[in-house]
């Protein structure tokens, strides 16, 4: 099994255009989330989905969107990119609200 | 809402024990974690601990929970160099994990 996995790895942005990073998992999990890594802030949730077809805000979801059309695949979209959204984004999956998750390796955005 | 606290760095000898604590603000918290982040990587889930115990121990990671202080500790025994990574602690709050900054783990050789 590749776990989660994440694409693109790396991707340089100037302000305003948009793009899509996509989300895969092989774990038949019921539950997916994007969040970002910000230095010495943690991770924040951006936004997650508790099933195919589902999704729902997180703490910091204002510049972002998502869709979940597969159960495997969860994507974050920006539309009009922002030098305040150059950020590590870790997408994660996980069976249920209340299990552990699984993260992938991230993608590190950078947005000039 | 939940606050998660983490100190930002440790540094320790090799061989010595590391100790990382956490503390955090809700104490409906049910499950609460130990991520290790290596530079350059994702999260890897370390180990975790429900509400209702009090000590979890696994290999060389031994994991304290003081629900009364809302204190969550990790102690690593016989710390090698290459435990050097950023520890997160996250606590389940709501469905949602709410993660501490990271502490930042320094081995010396």
């Known amino acids: 099994n590749a776990g989660v996995t994440q694409t693109p790895k790396f991707r340089v942005l100037k302000t305003g255009q948009s793009m899509t990073l996509l989300c895969a998992q092989d774990m038949n999990h019921e539950y997916m989330y994007w969040y970002r890594q910000d230095p010495g802030m943690g991770l924040r949730l951006i936004h997650y989905?508790?099933?195919?077809?589902?999704?729902a805000k997180g703490e910091v979801p204002d510049g972002y969107n998502v869709s979940r059309l597969k159960k495997q695949n969860f994507l974050l979209g920006l539309e009009s990119a922002a030098p305040s959204q150059t950020s590590v984004y870790f997408c994660?999956?996980?069976?249920?609200?209340?299990?552990?998750?699984?993260f992938g390796p991230g993608t590190r955005l950078t947005v000039t | 809402g939940e606050d998660v606290e983490q100190s930002l760095f440790l540094s320790v000898r090799e061989g010595d024990s590391s100790v990382i604590n956490c503390t955090y603000t809700?104490?409906?918290?049910?499950?609460l974690y130990w991520y290790k982040q290596e530079p350059g990587a994702g999260l890897q889930l370390l180990t975790y601990i429900f509400s209702n115990m009090d000590m979890k121990q696994d290999q060389r990671l031994t994991v304290l929970l003081n629900k009364k202080d809302k204190h969550l500790s990790l102690r690593i025994a016989d710390t090698q160099t290459g435990d050097s990574a950023i520890y997160f602690c996250a606590v389940l709050q709501g469905g949602k994990l709410i993660f501490g900054q990271g502490t930042e783990l320094s081995v010396k050789p």
């Open positions: 989905s508790v099933g195919e077809g589902t999704t």
């Open positions: 994660a999956s996980s069976p249920s609200g209340g299990a552990a998750q699984y």
């Open positions: 809700d104490s409906s918290s049910t499950y």
